[in-house]
């Protein structure tokens, strides 16, 4: 049972590591980038449902649930930042889709490597990036999104 689970979390974690570029790449083509969106979300929401699996087989690795569950918490939030046009949905759009594909670096890295340093890896550039992607998102050149939206 735990040899299928774990080879469905592997494919789906594939398939969502190939959906997140795609993503970007599509980002101009609207009906090309929501099949793409969809896809990305099926399979984050797989590697959600299979990580916690995996913790129901093996308890030892309870920690790793809240990391799956906050996944797909980000890849949801952000595909509703879009679909109800957010106040700089734009702006949240990229900070949660891209967080989440950061999340699913990070677990790629955690389940090759015994490394708490490198883990932080794929946060620390990450993050700069999506930041700055955000805040270009919605016209700002590195300005603070909540100064430049606040009605005057």
Not at 65 to 86: D, F, M
Request: aromatic fraction near 10%; charged fraction near 15%.
């Amino acid at each position: 049972m735990r040899a299928l689970v774990l080879v469905v979390h592997i494919t789906a974690g594939g398939l969502g590591l190939a959906f997140g570029p795609a993503l970007l790449a599509l980002a101009k083509r609207p009906e090309w980038r929501a099949r793409a969106e969809v896809a990305y979300q099926v399979s984050v929401a797989v590697v959600c449902a299979t990580a916690l699996g995996l913790v129901a087989l093996r308890p030892q690795f309870w920690f790793l649930a809240p990391l799956a569950v906050g996944t797909e918490a980000a890849a949801l939030a952000g595909w509703r930042a879009r679909r109800r046009r957010w106040p700089r949905w734009r702006a949240w759009y990229i900070r949660f889709m891209a967080g989440s594909y950061v999340a699913l670096v990070t677990a790629i890295i955690a389940a090759s490597v015994f490394s708490p340093v490198l883990w932080l890896l794929p946060t620390l550039v990450g993050a700069p990036i999506i930041e700055y992607a955000a805040a270009r998102a919605n016209g700002g050149r590195g300005r603070d999104l909540a100064a430049r939206d606040t009605p005057r």
